[in-house]
């Protein structure tokens, strides 16, 4: 089981692919606690609650506007997403569904020739834990300056939107905003309760009715930023408190690294 302090060391330097590429992260395989009963749908799973990974690489930001329009300009990803005028370049792309992401993914696979895909639930977590076991991956409450959600800077009634990616201070991993700014999607169908002992249907075609999202978002009360917290997106819909980050196979090895 890694610990905070392992992970911080284990923190490993960003790469990517290609100029257009996300930043990578490479994460070692380990095994963590899922779930948390003081979280509203992240209660630990019955029984043995430990889930285990490979080792994978994660986006260090949730994917912006500007890596969205690449694929956009390449032909591959449908455009026209809505800003909501908070505004494009580094700010997470939003409007977008699973099928978008998955289109996204397929499109650096094909330029890279390395295997992108959206993280699995359990990936997720983990990448989110860094190795913490508290609410979030600095403590048990939250901290003026760590998230992007309702609350999170202070006692606020409105909150303007998305931030830019990378806005707030990383996880021992190196991983941006994994607690708030947006609900991000994940490969797995959406089961109601706690996290399943096995993914479903991960990084496949199967036709689910909604797909399991993590880490809260800029609308939300900070609970719901836990690493813990699941959420659920119907298939087919897209909306301004939902993106994505993508995740990458790492039996091939790793890129270039990032400057």
């Known amino acids: 089981m890694l610990t905070a302090g392992a992970s ?9 692919d290609c ?30 609650a430990v889930r285990h990974v490979g080792p994978f690489a994660i986006a260090r930001t949730e994917t912006t506007f500007d890596q969205w329009q690449a694929c956009v300009d390449s032909g591959a990803c449908e455009g026209g997403q809505d800003d909501h005028g908070w505004g494009r370049g580094d700010r ?13 993914a397929a499109w650096l696979s094909r330029r890279t020739g390395h295997a992108y895909r959206l993280p699995t639930e359990a990936e997720w977590e983990y990448a989110a834990r860094a190795g913490s076991r508290t609410l979030y991956p600095w403590g048990d409450a ?10 999170c800077d202070g006692p606020v ?20 905003d ?14 109601p309760g706690a996290m399943p002992a096995t993914a479903s249907a991960p990084g496949g ?18 609970k719901v930023a836990a690493s813990a917290s699941r959420g659920r997106n119907a298939a087919g819909v897209w909306s301004y408190v939902v993106g994505f980050r993508v995740a990458r196979d790492l039996a091939d090895g790793g890129g270039e690294a990032a400057r």
């Open 8 to 16: 911080a060391a284990l923190a490993a330097e960003p790469f990517r």
């Open 19 to 48: 100029p257009a590429c996300p930043e990578m992260i490479a994460l070692p395989g380990g095994s963590f606690s899922a779930g948390d009963d003081r979280v509203r749908n992240g209660a630990p799973p019955p029984g043995d």
């Open 92 to 104: 997470p792309v939003i409007n977008v569904t699973a099928d978008d992401a998955r289109a996204y």
């Open 142 to 151: 939250m901290r003026e300056g760590r998230a992007n959600c309702r609350g």
């Open 157 to 176: 009634v409105e909150h303007a939107g998305t931030t830019p990616v990378a806005s707030y201070p990383p996880n021992a991993f190196g991983l941006h």
């Open 178 to 191: 994994m607690n708030g700014n947006l609900w991000e999607l994940t490969a797995d169908c959406w089961t």
């Open 205 to 222: 075609p199967a036709e689910c009715k909604a797909h399991v999202m993590r880490g809260g978002a800029w609308y939300y009360h900070p």
